[in-house]
């Protein structure tokens, strides 16, 4: 047993200091962002937040409000070919939503995504590879025979919460890697299993290694307020990724539940007995539940969150001298409160 007596972070411990800064107003912060994918070669532009591929927060209505806002949205596994194609002919734009895999054969992979070119005329920009352990071996090789049928195809690959992940995701020809175990707002794997990191030192630690690539980490899970979102930019995140914080609006799909004169709305782990039973039949008999399902007052449409987090961003700006995202981790003080 190895024992670090090192304390983690979350985004709650720290705050970031102001500085002396040129910006006068939070009109002169630009928060369009470009970032290299490093092996597929792709540059992509755009606000690099994400929606969470969970059943309602990464839906196709979610993507479409959210590219008007440049921002991206990792889609729901569970949506069929011809949902894609429908959406695609609709007005889904390929460089703001992410098609997402778990652990799938490559066949499956390569047939799905080359059904689209096919189909649409129109190529996905990139993928996302989801699964809760990112460490697992098979799930390496499922990266590796990828990058190989698609060299120029954008892949984010996750989760994981340390350098040696990084490390064997980006060898394994990742471009990005989606970072956090057991922060999730509707997660339950710390309680369940012991297993986690605290999300902002996860961050701050896999940004480090990840450098190291020309790569970019996805920080995903525990942003509460629109605070944490700034944080973990600040702690060297190239996207931040939203489940919570995006749940609960129209473009979630999830149904109103009316309960004491208020209107709510679901949101469900997607290790939840809630979605395993939806999307598998059931709790497998060797697994066990690692999410939690809960209800969240109705938000009303999503563009009212987004603003406020475009607004908060550019006010984390104006206190730092940051004129862009990117400038954010560069001019960023944490203090431990
Ligand atoms: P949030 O933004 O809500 O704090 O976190 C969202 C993230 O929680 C998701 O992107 C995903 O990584 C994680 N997550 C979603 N469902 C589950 C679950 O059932 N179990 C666990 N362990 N993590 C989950």
Same mark, same amino acid.
């Given at each position: 047993?190895?024992?670090s007596k090192?304390?983690?972070?979350? &985004?709650?411990?720290v ?7 040129k910006l ?7 928060l ?6 490093p ?6 532009e755009g ?12 839906? &196709? ?9 440049h ?10 070919l011809d949902?894609?194609?429908?959406s695609?002919?609709? %007005?889904?734009?390929?460089n ?24 649409t005329?129109?190529?996905l ?12 071996e098979?799930?390496s090789?499922?990266i590796?025979e990828t990058r190989?049928? &698609? ?6 690959a996750g ?7 990084i490390?064997q995701l980006?060898d394994?020809?990742?471009?990005g890697?989606?970072?956090?175990i057991g ?12 297993i986690g990191y605290?999300?902002l ?16 980490v996805?920080s ?7 605070g ?7 702690? %060297?995140?190239?996207f931040?990724m939203? %489940?919570s ?10 149904p109103?539940i ?9 949101l469900y782990?997607?290790s939840?007995?809630?979605a395993?039973?939806k999307h ?6 060797y ?7 809960i209800?969240?007052?109705d ?14 961003l ?11 995202i990117?400038?954010?981790?560069q001019?960023?003080?944490?203090i431990l409160?």
């Amino acid at each position: 047993m190895f024992y670090s007596k090192e304390k983690k972070l979350n &985004f709650k411990d720290v705050l970031i200091v102001p500085k002396l800064s040129k910006l006068n107003s939070r009109k002169d912060v630009f928060l369009d962002t470009k970032i290299i994918f490093p092996v597929s070669g792709i540059n992509w532009e755009g606000v690099p937040i994400m929606a969470s591929n969970m059943d309602y927060v990464g839906t &196709f209505e979610m993507g479409l409000s959210l590219q008007k806002f440049h921002m991206t949205n990792a889609v729901s596994k569970f949506y069929s070919l011809d949902a894609w194609i429908n959406s695609i002919n609709k %007005g889904l734009d390929l460089n703001y939503n992410f098609m997402t895999f778990g652990l799938e054969k490559v066949s499956n992979v390569y047939e799905t995504i080359s059904s689209i070119s096919q189909k649409t005329n129109k190529n996905l920009s990139a993928i996302v590879f989801d699964i809760p352990n990112g460490y697992i071996e098979k799930f390496s090789s499922l990266i590796k025979e990828t990058r190989k049928e &698609f060299p120029k195809l954008g892949i984010i690959a996750g989760n994981v919460v340390t350098p040696e992940g990084i490390k064997q995701l980006m060898d394994s020809g990742a471009d990005g890697v989606k970072v956090g175990i057991g922060s999730g707002g509707v997660c339950d794997t710390t309680e369940t299993t012991g297993i986690g990191y605290p999300q902002l030192s996860a961050v701050i630690e896999c940004s480090e290694e990840i450098k190291n690539y020309n790569g970019f980490v996805v920080s995903d899970g525990g942003v509460k307020i629109t605070g944490d979102i700034s944080k973990a930019f600040a702690a %060297g995140a190239g996207f931040v990724m939203l %489940g919570s914080l995006l749940a609960a609006h129209k473009e979630s799909m999830a149904p109103i539940i009316r309960k004491d004169n208020k209107n709510y709305r679901e949101l469900y782990g997607m290790s939840s007995a809630q979605a395993m039973t939806k999307h598998y039949g059931g709790v497998a008999d060797y697994r066990t539940s690692e999410g939690k399902l809960i209800l969240v007052e109705d938000r009303g449409p999503v563009k009212i969150t987004l603003n406020n987090i475009l607004g908060a961003l550019r006010s984390t700006c104006t206190y730092i001298d940051a004129k862009n995202i990117g400038e954010i981790y560069q001019n960023s003080s944490f203090i431990l409160i």
